[in-house]
């Protein structure tokens, strides 16, 4: 199985400003899942990065607040603009191998924004 | 995708089996059922996956009704360290629509 890691594991940040998480892959996978995971809550998925195009947004998240790039088969990074305390939540990267049908998911970024 | 149903919480003894169950009442021809845990403060683990026969790995087992429209995820010995948020989704079997949904799931507290 893929093996992701995320940077930064943990963040504290003030409102207003912009944090940008990085996604990294051990092997070229064909698709990346960015999720939102609020305190309490289930996972929401945010977007699914496309590799090489824009990254494709699920109802109530846009690009502006959620910019994400995916340069190429085992990267990506999501950046979480003009911060609020609303956006404190755990933010999860996940992969989808070629032929092997089965995602998995980096270990989260913890952000909490005062 | 179709909607899935699950008990938000389950008590099991230690060393017995944890049998979590998943309604999936509306799930089409070419929609798998697959499970997934969160363990505290960790990302979700690919748990097992299935279409309509049983399943096996080393990690649980997954029993299908006939007509697919509920599952069992099985946990023959629990241990403290399967205490988990447990997952039951269902998606399409294939690279083309990967994503996954999660609903609520059951909270697993396996105790001594």
């Known amino acids: 199985s893929a093996v992701i890691s995320q940077k930064p594991s943990r963040d504290i940040c003030q409102r207003g400003t912009s944090l940008t998480i990085q996604c990294q892959v051990d092997?070229?996978?064909?698709?990346m899942f960015w999720y939102r995971q609020q305190p309490g809550q289930s996972l929401t998925l945010i977007a699914t990065a496309n590799q090489g195009s824009e990254a494709t947004y699920e109802s109530g998240f846009v690009i502006d607040k959620f910019p994400i790039s995916r340069p190429n088969l085992t990267f990506s990074t999501l950046t979480v603009s003009n911060m609020s305390p609303e956006d404190s939540s755990i933010y999860l990267c996940?992969?989808?191998?070629?032929?092997?049908?089965?995602?998995?998911f980096g270990p989260g970024t913890r952000l909490l924004v005062l | 995708d179709a909607k899935t149903t699950q008990p938000p919480s389950m008590d099991c003894a230690e060393g017995r089996a944890a049998n979590l169950p998943c309604n999936h009442s509306t799930i089409s021809g070419n929609e798998y059922v697959y499970w997934y845990r969160q363990i505290h403060s960790q990302g979700p683990q690919y748990i097992i996956h299935g279409l309509k026969n049983n399943e096996t790995n080393e990690m649980a087992s997954l029993i299908i009704t006939e007509d697919r429209k509920s599952s069992t995820l099985i946990l023959p010995h629990a241990t403290l360290r399967d205490t988990a948020v447990y997952y039951c989704?269902?998606?399409?079997?294939?690279?083309?629509?990967?994503?996954?949904?999660f609903g609520q799931g059951t909270t697993l507290q396996v105790k001594p």
């Open positions: 989704i269902v998606r399409p079997y294939s690279s083309n629509t990967g994503k996954l949904i």
């Open positions: 996940s992969a989808l191998e070629p032929h092997q049908e089965t995602q998995y």
């Open positions: 092997s070229q996978v064909t698709m």
